[in-house]
């Protein structure tokens, strides 16, 4: 059984960083970064794969970097250049194999979110 932690969103400026981080038990299989804004639809932000390859939206690209620590069984998401925009609740989310990583759909095992907020 997969098991999914994050931590580190908080309160920002814009322009400000923060990073996220998101603690796994269980298998390690592809990881991803999803976002929520309040009325909006789930979002891909950022896929990191098991040999470490990673893939962007084009919303965040040049900004957010994923990266792994296996030793810690962990992921993180570093955002930087944050934007009122990037204000959303993020989510890891974990799955074995399968399409389309941006589809929230696609994807089998959440964590319980961490909130981040970006004001101007």
């Known amino acids: 059984q997969v098991q999914l932690v994050e931590s580190g969103g908080g309160s920002v400026q814009a322009g400000g960083s923060l990073k996220l981080s998101c603690a796994y038990t269980?298998?390690?299989?592809?990881m991803a970064w999803f976002r929520q804004g309040p009325g909006q639809e789930r979002e891909g932000v950022a896929l990191?794969?098991?040999?470490?390859?990673?893939t962007y939206a084009d919303s965040v690209k040049g900004r957010f970097t994923t990266a792994q620590d296996n030793a810690k069984n962990t992921v993180y998401l570093q955002m930087n250049s944050l934007k009122p925009d990037d204000t959303a609740m993020y989510y890891c989310?974990?799955?074995?194999?399968?399409?389309?990583?941006?589809?929230?759909?696609?994807?089998?095992?959440w964590g319980q979110g961490t909130q981040v907020t970006v004001s101007s």
């Open positions: 989310a974990s799955r074995f194999l399968g399409d389309s990583w941006y589809l929230a759909k696609s994807w089998h095992y």
């Open positions: 990191i794969k098991t040999d470490g390859r990673t």
């Open positions: 269980g298998l390690r299989y592809s």
